[in-house]
């Protein structure tokens, strides 16, 4: 069976930007979450979604959205990129959201 | 709010010898789950090992044991055995288990555990 897959693996932007990140969960997994996790610490969340509901936010700006398809796929969108969203970011998928996580291996977004 | 705090940046150890990573939370909480996952240079999130608030007894994955101190809020993890495939990133996390309102299955983490194991 398929893991997690997120795409692209690694991108530049420049500051300005916008950039959209995709993920896919498991077959069968219905929650996706959101995590940045800038080097040096660990991961931050951003996001969760649920049957295509956003069922938490973290304490990230506006700037940062994200949707849910009907096949559970998720994309996440970041606006007006800063030097600061510099960062790997991961997906995490789950049955329904308070089951176990399954981690992809996460975007490397780099801001110049 | 949840923090997580892992006082350890970097830990070293000998192969084949046992090693201890400490991890500390503060939550208001009695229902909740912590968990231990490891990093590796693929940078893909691993989950090590699982532990329910509400179950006393400690949990264990082959080499992997934590000890659970829930009246400490601490939650330490030991790997025995100790392999070069063990090196990586750990990081503590925590959850809350009971679903009270928006966000209440996201994982809190740590800093994270640099673990090198010495030939």
Same mark, same amino acid.
């Given at each position: ?45 951003? =996001?969760?979604? #649920?049957?295509?509901?956003?069922? %938490?936010? $973290? ?35 789950? =049955?329904?959201? #308070?089951?176990?996580?399954?981690? %992809?291996? $996460? ?6 | ?119």
């Amino acid at each position: 069976d398929a893991g997690v897959t997120q795409s692209p693996t690694h991108l530049i932007k420049t500051r300005g930007q916008h950039v959209t990140l995709r993920c896919s969960p498991i077959s069968g997994h219905k929650s996706v979450s959101w995590y940045q996790q800038v080097l040096g610490q660990g991961p931050q969340f951003i =996001f969760q979604y #649920y049957e295509k509901e956003e069922r %938490g936010r $973290g304490n990230f700006p506006d700037r940062f959205s994200a949707r849910q398809f009907p096949n559970y796929s998720s994309e996440l969108n970041v606006n007006a990129l800063l030097l600061g969203d510099s960062a790997l970011y991961l997906c995490a998928s789950s =049955f329904a959201g #308070y089951y176990g996580y399954t981690f %992809g291996s $996460g975007t490397r977004l780099t801001v110049v | 709010a949840q923090t997580v705090t892992q006082s350890q940046p970097e830990m070293s150890v000998q192969e084949a010898e046992t090693v201890t990573l400490s991890c500390t939370y503060d939550t208001s909480e009695s229902d909740y789950y912590l968990f231990w996952y490891k990093q590796p240079p693929s940078r893909q999130m691993i989950l090590v090992i699982r532990q329910e608030a509400y179950k006393q007894q400690n949990a264990t994955e082959n080499r992997f044991s934590v000890n659970f101190q829930k009246a400490a809020k601490s939650f330490s993890l030991k790997i025995s055995d100790s392999q070069l495939g063990d090196a990586a990133m750990y990081f503590c996390a925590y959850r809350k288990d009971r679903y009270s309102g928006a966000g209440s299955y996201q994982l809190t983490f740590g800093k994270g555990t640099k673990l090198s194991v010495i030939p």
